[in-house]
């Protein structure tokens, strides 16, 4: 039997089949996207579907079936843990095992966060560990102070983000959504690499968004602030990390890595908070009433983290948790390698 995720994903492929690489036809293509995560969240909402505790349960209950001979004690990286999406998933990484480092910007919020968590699950699985991925100096020293302490990383989530703020530059001088959601991770992501290597079927989990798909990566639109748009530099920097995530794993295929992307729905979150004077009122009772909880907005993410269905999957986007089609551009090799190139040149140009 088709999951209904599986179905949902079915239909976004079949209508990219005919938009992708068409900028009007793209539109059309989102339009459709939202009018089938809208129907998606409302079958969540009234309950048709499993429970999403119940399914995240089942994920963690795997995994941990597969694991039961294992003694040794696995290390998992989740950026941006201190809030939203990354919240969840580094409470149920523990609960499947994993000792979570929280790569946190704000040293507050994540030691009160790690408090609340240890009180729910009972567990000791929790560490703080300073990273402002808009800042090439704090991401030296996240690296530094980490190889310092591990001599293994089994699982990276790079899932901090921001979204449609304004123009604005990371501490190295980068366009900051940019600079945040794609640079800052592919750094971070680089410097841990040889820890990576060296941890049995160890997994890098990209966040991207659906948004990527109508993005593309043109280097003006990073360097130009003329060409800036608040709403199209996000998609750019979602189409980043997609490319990034298939270029890492074209990179690292034959080591049993694997490098994944995906979108994890429309969580209700603190992400859109950059909201038009006046409608942050409405726009709130709006995210409750349409968007999907934490909980469901996980699955996704610990899916792709955990399941031990995609041991050697990689350079694939999932939603809905289930595989879906991506963009023509995402899987142009000639283009994710200049991605890959510009990235170095930028963080080799505006390091000090
Ligand atoms: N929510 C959605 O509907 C949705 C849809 C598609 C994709 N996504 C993606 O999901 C991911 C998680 O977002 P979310 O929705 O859970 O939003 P969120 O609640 O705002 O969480 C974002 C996290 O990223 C952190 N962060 C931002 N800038 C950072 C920096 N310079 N250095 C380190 N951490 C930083 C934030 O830290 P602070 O608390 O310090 O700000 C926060 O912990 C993002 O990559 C987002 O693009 C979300």
New binding site residues.
């Given amino acids: 039997m088709y999951s209904l995720g599986y179905i949902a994903n079915y239909l976004i492929s079949s209508t990219l089949y005919y938009c992708d690489g068409n900028p009007y036809l793209m539109k059309v293509f989102l339009a459709t996207y939202l009018l089938i995560e809208f129907v998606y969240t409302l079958l969540i909402k009234i309950d048709v579907l499993t429970s999403p505790r119940t399914k995240l349960d089942q994920y963690i209950s795997e995994y941990k079936e597969v694991n039961t001979t294992s003694t040794e004690e696995k290390f998992a990286i989740v950026?941006?843990?201190?809030?939203?999406?990354?919240l969840e998933t580094s409470k149920d990484l523990a609960l499947a095992g994993f000792h979570v480092i929280m790569a946190?910007?704000?040293k507050a919020?994540a030691e009160d966060i790690i408090s609340k968590l240890e009180l729910e699950t009972g567990l000791k699985s929790f560490e703080f560990m300073q990273?402002?991925?808009?800042s090439f100096k704090s991401i030296d020293s996240f690296v530094d102070q980490y190889k310092k302490s591990h001599s293994k990383l089994h699982l990276l989530v790079n899932?901090?983000?921001?979204?449609l703020c304004p123009y604005g530059k990371t501490k190295d001088g980068i366009e900051m959504q940019f600079g945040?959601?794609h640079l800052?991770h592919f750094k971070l992501t680089n410097g841990l690499l040889d820890l990576i290597k060296a941890s049995e079927r160890a997994r890098i989990v990209v966040?991207?968004?659906?948004?990527g798909y109508s993005g593309t990566f043109d280097k003006s639109l990073i360097l130009d602030e003329s060409k800036y748009n608040n709403v199209f530099n996000y998609a750019v920097s979602?189409m980043c990390n997609i490319m990034f995530a298939n270029e890492l794993a074209r990179r690292l295929a034959g080591t049993g890595i694997t490098v994944n992307s995906l979108?994890?729905?429309?969580?209700n979150?603190?992400?859109?908070k950059n909201y038009p004077e006046g409608l942050a009122g409405m726009m709130e009772v709006l995210k409750s009433l349409l968007?999907i909880n934490l909980i469901e907005?996980s699955l996704t993410s610990i899916k792709v983290a955990l399941d031990p269905k995609l041991e050697g999957v990689t350079g694939k986007f999932f939603m809905h948790e289930e595989e879906a089609a991506q963009p023509s551009e995402a899987l142009d090799e000639k283009k994710c390698k200049e991605l890959w190139d510009f990235s170095e040149e930028l963080i080799k140009k505006h390091s000090t």
């Fill in positions: 950026t941006g843990a201190n809030s939203g999406i990354g946190c910007r704000n919020s990273l402002d991925l808009a899932n901090a983000g921001i979204a945040t959601n800052g966040i991207s968004a659906l948004a979602k979108h994890p729905g429309a969580v979150t603190n992400i859109f968007l907005g």
